[in-house]
């Protein structure tokens, strides 16, 4: 183990909860190209069962502690250089545990250009600043007059002079930097106020026009929302330090103060205090303002970006309908209804476009045509997805299907939030380019009715429309996180080898695009693949990437029976093992729990395979395969409440929940325009986060406690009196975002139900138009 490897892993193995060997086995593996699906399945033993949530923290702190380490040599050469550098600051700058406080340290040797300070030193001040600050017994303005030149012409140029010095020595005290950002962070407030004249423009930010709560308390998703109004130039934000303390000296200046032993008694303490106070407004003030919007900032898009990734997770890995013949209705008045049908392994079999409603009104011909689709091709499934017109052709289908025999398909609504995305990307074009732009919708309704997960990795994740601002938040962390997710979805599952898209491939351990395409390539040319090890036929496909990325891959009815597992071939020794014990033929004894539940796993450990690969392997031949999702279930919408204006106060409701954050859940009822239930109605107790009790594709029961038809708002609740539950505080949760609370396309819409607002304060000062302009979105 390196020293570098041992240092970091020390470090990061108390904030994932494991021991400095764990982590390191880890951070060695990830090194030699290992993916954190294959780290966490195949190499127990190695990790001491760190699972993939404990594997993504520690592969994110890695980046974070290596890049630290990165700027920490470029900033210890750089003060090197200088001849500046001292054993005592090296040894300072050694122990500093983030960047923040590195930057603070370096603050005073950073090259920066000429200023004031520069001018003052030039001239001569240097020692009169010296003088008053160590001299206090002194008066200035005396001291002042032996420092007279012909540059410094008077007492009041020598001592503005002599102020610039030691402003800028104590805006570069990196201790005293430390102590007031701490402070600020416990004590400060954020204000936001409209920009005048903007009232009418900025109506969705009507609950930040005057609003102020304490900066450490601002959840994410309020911050975003009062991020966005700014830098739509609808807010002015800023950060109040000390606004509710009375004293005429704020606790800022008396911590400036206090750093440098100015006290009330000696006569130099009176102006040393105006230099502290003109340094925190001048300089500190607004350095540490920016500091906290920065932070603030990075907060709410690091909450953002989980409450994003939980919900497309649970969005990935639910329930498929399974291998099934379906139809895929996606719905438009004027232009028609698409039509496509998909055979079980999600072909395409055939498409068209029906127009049940005006201008052409065929009704009748409408029904024939897709009942007639339905007998010749053995529909067993109609996906209806969820954008405009989807309750009317959803009433058109039921009437259909009360005159068809038995048996009949079942009618399911499919969220089609990002169809038109995949419809006119090039992975469509690829694969249907001799089909309509729009039709190609329908085909991924249906698929995704079958697949979630084959469907949705088609699509760019933050196109899938189940995030928080995820267009506000930082784009390359936003994916490196959904990509995670996905990788870890794909993985999880298992993909079929022989039917999977490259598309899917491409998410498998240690794949990426390049192979996914070289293997479907292969199989397209020499047929479906008989067994894993014929993967090592691939062009480029090496044993490196065959051992990262066969235990994920499945062949269904191979020539190797455990090829359909999750044994990983380098196990297959073991499983043998296994299944000469109970005396059994391999085909015969997987998916025989009781025969499988009697093996002693201990008796089959040895030096490469430990416990815990032994106890996987049993648990894969007892249930070989094995897809964990949940099984498939709908919502049944209320047939005669399919437009918002049919909701009523006390309705009793089924829906299925769209999207989750911590403040509620949206939950769509079959009305064109998801509902929120916020996290004080999710359930009878006190709820701190709405994934706590529900998560994406979760079918439940509410009621209605609020209709707002002007502003397309609906309030539900989960609980079982829908009365109010307490809660820590309550502030405005409304605000614009980009998913859950949808229009009829399941597009963003402009706002959402939210928190009663609390009433305004009065103003209590304001940085003024920089501090708006420093956080313009980069």
């Not at 010749?376 to 017109?389: D, K, R, S």
Request: proline share 5%; hydrophobic share 40%.
């Amino acid at each position: 183990m390196t020293a570098d490897i041992s240092s970091l892993a020390a470090r990061i193995a108390t904030e994932i909860g494991a021991r400095p060997q764990q982590a390191a086995a880890a951070i060695s593996l990830l090194d030699e190209g290992a993916t954190v699906p294959f780290i966490a399945r195949y190499r127990k033993e190695a990790t001491g069962g760190l699972d993939d949530t404990q594997l993504r923290l520690l592969g994110e702190r890695l980046i974070y502690l290596r890049e630290l380490e990165s700027r920490r040599g470029t900033i210890l050469e750089s003060i090197r250089q200088q001849g500046k550098l001292t054993d005592e600051l090296e040894a300072t700058i050694a122990v500093v545990a983030t960047k923040a406080e590195l930057e603070d340290i370096y603050l005073p040797y950073k090259p920066k250009r000429r200023n004031r300070a520069d001018i003052a030193r030039e001239r001569g001040l240097g020692p009169l600043a010296e003088a008053i600050l160590n001299e206090r017994a002194a008066v200035p303005a005396e001291l002042a007059t032996g420092y007279l030149t012909d540059e410094v012409v008077d007492v009041k140029s020598a001592l503005e002079g002599a102020r610039d010095i030691l402003s800028e020595q104590f805006a570069q005290n990196a201790e005293l930097i430390g102590r007031l950002r701490s402070h600020l962070r416990e004590r400060a407030n954020l204000r936001a106020r409209v920009v005048e004249g903007k009232e009418e423009a900025g109506a969705k930010f009507s609950d930040y026009f005057d609003h102020v709560e304490r900066w450490a308390n601002v959840p994410s998703h309020r911050a975003l929302a009062m991020l966005r109004g700014r830098n739509e130039d609808i807010l002015a934000l800023e950060i109040e330090a000390d606004a509710e303390d009375p004293a005429p000296v704020k606790p800022t200046v008396r911590m400036i103060a206090q750093a440098y032993g100015i006290g009330d008694r000696l006569p130099g303490d009176a102006w040393l205090k105006e230099v502290a106070g003109w340094t925190w407004r001048v300089k500190l003030s607004l350095h540490l303002s920016i500091d906290l919007m920065t932070e603030l900032r990075m907060k709410a898009e690091t909450e953002a970006i989980n409450v994003f990734a939980r919900n497309l997770k649970d969005l990935l890995l639910a329930a498929p309908a399974g291998s099934r013949a379906t139809m895929g209705l996606d719905p438009g008045i004027r232009t028609g209804v698409k039509v496509a049908i998909v055979d079980g392994t999600g072909k395409l079999v055939t498409t068209t476009t029906v127009y049940p409603f005006p201008p052409k009104n065929d009704v009748r011909g409408t029904q024939g045509e897709l009942a007639r689709l339905i007998r010749a091709h053995g529909v067993e499934l109609v996906a209806i997805g969820n954008g405009t017109g989807s309750r009317e052709t959803e009433r058109l289908v039921a009437e259909m299907l009360g005159d068809m025999p038995a048996p009949k398909p079942i009618k399911v609504i499919v969220s089609e939030a990002g169809a038109s995305v995949y419809s006119a990307s090039e992975a469509a074009a690829l694969e249907f380019p001799n089909i309509d732009v729009s039709l190609r919708g329908a085909v991924s309704i249906a698929r995704r009715l079958q697949d979630p997960l084959a469907e949705l990795v088609k699509i760019e994740p933050k196109s899938i429309g189940v995030g928080q601002y995820q267009h506000d938040v930082d784009q390359y962390h936003l994916a490196r996180a959904l990509d995670a997710v996905v990788e870890d979805a794909v993985n999880a599952v298992g993909v079929d080898l022989n039917t999977a898209s490259a598309s899917l491939l491409a998410r498998v351990s240690g794949l990426g695009a390049s192979l996914a395409e070289a293997v479907v390539a292969h199989r397209d040319a020499h047929g479906a693949f008989a067994n894993r090890r014929q993967l090592l036929d691939v062009a480029r496909l090496g044993p490196r990437t065959f051992e990262q990325c066969a235990g994920f891959l499945r062949i269904r009815d191979g020539s190797e029976p455990l090829d359909a597992s999750a044994v990983h071939p380098e196990a297959y020794g073991v499983a043998r093992k296994i299944v000469a014990a109970c005396g059994r033929d391999l085909r015969t004894l997987m998916g025989d729990s009781a025969a499988l539940g009697s093996v002693d796993a201990r008796a089959f450990v040895d030096e490469r395979f430990g416990l815990p690969t032994v106890r996987d392997i049993i648990a894969e031949l007892e249930k070989p395969g094995r897809d964990p999702r949940p099984a498939f279930k709908t919502a049944t919408f209320a047939e005669d409440v399919d437009d918002i204006k049919h909701l009523q106060p006390g309705m009793q409701l089924e829906g299925t929940v769209t999207n989750v954050a911590a403040f509620g859940a949206f939950v769509d009822i079959g009305v064109h325009q998801d509902g929120l239930v916020h996290v004080s109605q999710l359930a009878d107790r006190f709820v701190k986060d709405a994934h706590e009790v529900v998560k994406v594709g979760d079918v439940v029961k509410v009621r209605v406690l609020e209709v707002d038809l002007k502003r397309k708002r609906i309030s539900l609740s989960m609980r079982r009196d829908a009365g109010s539950a307490p809660r820590e505080r309550t502030q405005p949760d409304a605000g614009p975002r980009d998913a859950g609370q949808r229009d009829a396309k399941g597009k963003a819409g402009p706002s959402r139900a939210g928190a009663p607002k609390p009433a305004p304060r009065e103003p209590q000062g304001a940085l003024g138009a920089a501090l708006m302009d420093a956080f313009k979105r980069r």
